[in-house]
């Protein structure tokens, strides 16, 4: 009989927590001015991307990408951003329950998750791709001579699928190893348990950075999928998705016009109308978003342009030690692209 | 009117009535949970409708693009989520099954020796089920994980102790015979060798228990369970071919392979589960009176039989009710795999989830699947429970 009894409390706990409610246009914003913070959700073990560091201060391009917004609606970052670690299974569901008001949790925006999860993906803020981790003493030059190879692979993600459709159009057979923790994960391969890791590229980076011995290592330059890492907000609120959506292109319209922390004050200065603007000197973008006019200007300020943010995070004078790639300017070659400001 | 009186006497009020009113009860009761059921079902239907969440099971015929580390039967990343699912459950079971088994047996050897009169064999008893029941079951997962792959070489510098087998941090890797039609005729022998066995085994028992005549019936069983799949083999001609694993690539190829995060798995859950049970036989055991030992012994029988035939069949009613509840621990517990690996239904629904994003009904399977392996469970120990129950004549 108690075990109808646990299943029945089961039930119950799993509804409760189920316990979803529909996201009205406006309501975020007006929940989030109310309580005077955003809870933002984060992965929370991911160097680079979102990460307490020995003092506890969190580090990473997905934290600044929810400054960015903490910025844009209270005009400051402290104190008015509150962070939930979370899993990779645990993330949409923490959205969806409002549990949390914005996930930037590099999360890969695809056509089912944008369907089926009751979410709404903004601008990219992150564009990656999956790739190969071995060993170099395993003398692979290319992802196609791994037919055969035990991959380790994290679950929960995308990755799963992507090397499974990687190995069968290749008719290459192999073996996963698929562990919950990264940290364990990672530990198997080290010490041997895997010939291969497999995982989004950044994410690669950052574990060979946590090696004992990372030059024994490397990643295979094959890129087997697409990973637009891309903020999230839920369903239906089509105010806050234009303010999350509007933040993160202000860093991006911000490095195309040359604009930093630095030179902000003066470029606001500028005679240039389109740059008056932007940083709220001429009003009307503040007023459209609901927003204060100044916040293009307090994001660039406060937390820095996309370039700036990205060289602090994960660029090449980190341990991650990532090339901006197809994350640079468009007019640099990269897929990084902001719609005007006016 | 004296007989009037009576009857109104007699005649209660139905609702004060104690029948009626226990059903009353009852009724009252199962509306109320079956609507809490209804609300909460419809409430969250509504809402993930509303949210445009997708729901039903539909998901479970589509493909599910995801490859899975072991396997008992085909699977595919081309076959549905349905077959993945089917997958896990194998594995649990496997897992879980096997595991019963060993710990039970295990359990029982260390339960018997804390009782030994020699001082070492108790002392190590107790030692043993000190350490494995007072560490987390979870940390003995990740270390007997860790001990396979820190503790063994590579493949290609893998141990060979003996001929055919090697052992490397990809697992255990060992020689079966190959394909050959005598195989499947051998194991039908064995399987009907078992069957043989069992019903000469009740056949030497209800002799005895009539006649007093004794029958070697563990000696002939044993010798069928040996000699018939044996005999199965020469007539058909005695294929002696292996399938050897050989080092091809990264992996080696052909033979069979237990991973370690199978064997770490197994370990893990077989050696704390077995502390528990070993407390659970020393109770029982100690649960009969030293009286019926003294008796025993005094009509003559030998130690082996005092233990087998007069204190197990006692302790055994005290044993198996506990017993049953580690045993569901056991499987239970088994879903701690997905830390370290081992694809169980757990982490097969974990990822069936994250793909699909319907967490509520993938969390329902899990659910199910568990409710439906222990409730099975406890039906198989209550069953023999009732078996070995005082049979009062």
Known sequence: MHQFKSLFIGCTLLLSSAGLVFAGNGDTLKAVQAKGYIQAGVNGDLFGFGKADQKGVWKGLDVDTARAVAVAVFGNFKDRVRYTPLTAKTRFTALQSKEIDLLTRNATQTLGRDTSLGLDFVQVNYYDGQGFMVPKSLGVKSAKELGGATVCVLPGTTTEQNAADFFRSNNMDWKTVTIESTAELSQAFFAGRCDVMTSDASQLAGIRASSPKPDTYMILPDIISKEPLAPAVRHGDNQWKDIVNYAVLTMINAEEFGITSKNVDEMAKSKDPKIQRFLGVTAGNGKALGLDEKFAYNIIKQVGNYGEVFERNVGVNTPLGIERGLNALWTNGGLMYSPPFK | ?393
């Not at chain 2, 009852?26 to 949970?33: D, G, R, Y």
């Not at chain 2, 072991?70 to 699977?75: C, L, R």
């Not at chain 2, 699909?356 to 009904?361: F, K, L, R």
């Not at chain 2, 469970?377 to 049979?391: D, Q, R």
């Open chain 2, 1 to 393: 009117m004296v007989t009037t009186n009576e009857k109104s006497a007699v005649k209660t009020r139905f609702w004060n009535d104690e029948k009626t009113r226990g059903i009353i009860y009852q009724v009252v009761t199962a509306m109320l949970v079956a609507f809490i059921g209804y609300y909460l079902i419809a409430n969250v239907q509504d809402n993930m409708a509303k949210q445009s969440i997708a729901s039903g099971f539909g998901f479970l015929e589509k493909e599910a693009a995801f490859e899975i580390g072991e396997k008992s039967i085909e699977y595919s990343a081309a076959d549905s989520y349905g077959r993945a699912l089917v997958v896990g459950v194998i594995n649990t079971l496997k897992v879980s099954l096997i595991g019963m088994v060993l710990t039970t047996m295990l359990g029982t050897i260390v339960g018997v020796c804390t009782l030994s009169s020699n001082w070492l064999l108790s002392r190590i008893g107790t030692i043993y089920v000190e350490i494995f029941q007072n560490i987390p079951v979870l940390l003995q997962l990740f270390f007997f994980y860790a001990l396979f792959y820190e503790a063994f070489p590579g493949p290609r510098q893998a141990l060979n102790p003996v001929s055919g087998v090697f052992i490397s941090n990809r697992g255990i890797d060992f020689a079966v015979p190959a394909q050959h039609f005598a195989w499947s005729y051998v194991v039908t022998a064995f399987l009907a060798a078992c069957v043989i066995a069992f019903f000469i085994a009740r056949w030497a028992k209800k002799r005895q228990e009539r006649t007093g005549w004794q029958f070697p019936s563990f000696w002939v069983g044993l010798g069928l369970l040996a000699g018939l799949p044996l005999l199965t083999w020469v007539v058909c001609g005695a294929p002696t071919e292996l399938d050897i694993p050989a080092l091809k690539g990264f992996n080696f190829q052909g033979g069979q392979n237990i991973s370690p995060e199978f064997s770490a798995l197994l370990i893990g859950l077989v050696l704390y589960t077995a502390s528990f049970i070993a407390q659970i036989v020393r109770a029982g055991i100690q649960s009969i009176s030293h009286g019926q030992t003294e008796a025993a012994m005094s009509i003559g029988l030998k130690t082996k039989h005092v233990l087998s035939l007069v204190i197990f069949p006692q302790a055994l009613r005290v044993i198996i009710p506990p017993l049953t509840s580690q045993l569901l621990n056991l499987t239970k517990n088994s879903s701690l795999a997905v830390a370290i690996g081992y694809p169980d239904f757990v982490q097969v629904a974990g990822t069936t989830i994250n793909q699909t994003g319907q967490a509520v009904e993938g969390v329902a399977l899990m659910m199910l699947v568990y409710l439906t392996l222990s409730l099975l469970t406890s039906v198989f120990m209550n069953w023999y429970n009732k078996k070995i129950a005082i049979i009062e004549r």
